[in-house]
């Protein structure tokens, strides 16, 4: 079963690649880790199953990122259920561009970005804009019938990396595997792929884990979320390790707070003394120290 998915899921993306970028595939193709066509890190955050906390963690990353003085863009590609301006606070009426608009050809993709910066949060430059997608059902049904040429996604990025001198775009995808989120794969400098401790998880993630690999994405960590406080961590890290053989980037904790918070706002913000809090925290020092080697020349 997982073999012919995954088998699916290779066909796909590969046919994908060949078909957007015209040329023939290779694994080695990663365009938008060329330093000369991109400085900025893309840093997607996906999960097979949907509901695993993909958008928190991308709102919470994003805005810890500007605590330590980063520019950050982050993209909402989940366009057939979008969501994560909610946990910004935008609301839907200061929304007059979105992606959907970009893609539409209606606007630039810097008309359809926001300051979404929480300035007690922020030091020095740090700062967060977020292209939201649209929410309202006609908007969703438009895309869902007329599609959108992908590609677009791309040369938008670069455009968003420009005008605000970005230093990370964060891709906030839909679950499972569709166009954008192979694209998105395929540019990516880092994958976090994120995950509960469930049984149906596990067998997804290992063929999106397959998939990134293929596609040569040059890092990849595991995120571990809703961990029960019952759990021992250690345990449960060196099991995820060993059947997937991929290094863990995060576990976080289940907690009450988040469920109350209910994507009201910024866990990060209105818990910044929380183990959840602290282990991200952790989390965007290590892809902050490993982004500075990474750009460094070799000597
Ligand atoms: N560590 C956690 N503890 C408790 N609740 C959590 C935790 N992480 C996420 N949640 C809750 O899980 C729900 C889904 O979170 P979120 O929207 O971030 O997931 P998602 O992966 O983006 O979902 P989708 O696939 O639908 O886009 C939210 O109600 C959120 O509050
Ligand atoms: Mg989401």
Known sequence: MLDLDLRYGLMKAIAF??????????????????????????????????????????ANLATLLSKYGQRVGVIDTDIQSPGIHVLFGLETDRMKNTLNDYLWGNCGIVDSAYDVTVAEMKTGDGAVYLVPSKSAAEDIARVLRE????????????????????????????????????????????????????????????????????????????????????????DLKHQVESIYGNEIGAVLPNCDEMMQLGSSGLFTVRYPDHPLTHELERLVKQIVVESEISRKPNP
């Open 17 to 58: 690649l060949k078909e957007n970028y015209h040329t023939p595939f290779t694994l080695s193709l990663n365009p938008f880790t060329e330093p000369s066509r991109l400085m900025a890190r893309i840093v997607s955050i996906h999960s097979f199953r949907g509901g695993t906390g993909k958008s928190n963690t991308a």
């Open 147 to 234: 599609g959108y040429d992908v590609r677009l996604l791309r040369s938008g990025l670069q455009d968003l990396v420009q005008a605000y001198s970005l230093d990370y775009v964060l891709i906030d995808t839909h679950p499972g595997l569709n166009e954008e989120t192979l694209l998105a794969l395929a540019m990516s400098n880092l994958l976090l792929l994120v995950l509960r401790p469930d049984r149906q998880d596990f067998q997804g993630t290992a063929v999106v884990l397959d998939l990134a690999q293929k596609l040569r994405v040059p890092k990849i960590l595991m995120l571990i979320n809703r961990v029960l406080a019952s759990v021992d961590v250690a």
